[in-house]
């Protein structure tokens, strides 16, 4: 679910951005809505809704069965029994969750970003730090080796 949020917002982001050139900036509207909003809200949504009513339903048919009647008779505390367990399993495997859907909107959103905007990564800096200009403009065209920093010859 989170990765289908993601590529939707990727998506939009990139068909919203590019009039304006500022399709670049949909890898970071990706980041910033998927980790601050998206991730945990689909996670909460999704544990509400399954967890929430699985939880009703089952206590509901134990109140049915009059087994909660049962546990207050051998003097156990239904809340104690029932509810605080599955309280605590939430606790825990919440975050753990959102962590999933948070990795997964990332992994989603970055797929999007990448076959929409084709961008590739440079392998190396145009222009290493011990190249100088004096005196001079850089070359239009830069193609230095990164392993070789070139010298100029200095003009006064």
């Known amino acids: 679910m989170a990765i289908l949020i993601s590529v ?57 069965r009059e087994e909660i009647d049962a546990l207050e008779t051998m ?13 605590i399993a939430l606790i825990i495997t919440l975050p753990l969750l959102t962590f999933f859907a948070d990795m997964m909107g990332l992994f989603g959103g970055g797929l999007i970003s990448l076959s ?5 990564q440079p392998r190396h800096n145009c222009r290493p730090r011990s ?10 065209v830069c193609r230095c080796v990164p392993s070789a920093a070139p010298t100029l010859p200095r003009t006064t």
């Open 131 to 140: 190249v100088q200009f004096r005196n001079r403009s850089p070359p239009k």
């Open 75 to 87: 003097g156990m505390a239904p809340m104690e029994v029932l509810v605080v367990p599955r309280l």
């Open 8 to 64: 939707v917002i990727g998506y939009q982001g990139v068909a919203q951005l590019r009039p304006y050139g500022g399709e670049d900036f949909t890898i970071n509207l990706v980041a910033v809505s998927v980790l601050r909003e998206m991730g945990v809200l689909t996670t909460a949504i999704m544990v509400a809704g399954r967890s929430g009513s699985a939880f009703t339903a089952e206590i509901g048919v134990m109140k049915a």
């Open 116 to 120: 929409l905007l084709r961008k590739r």
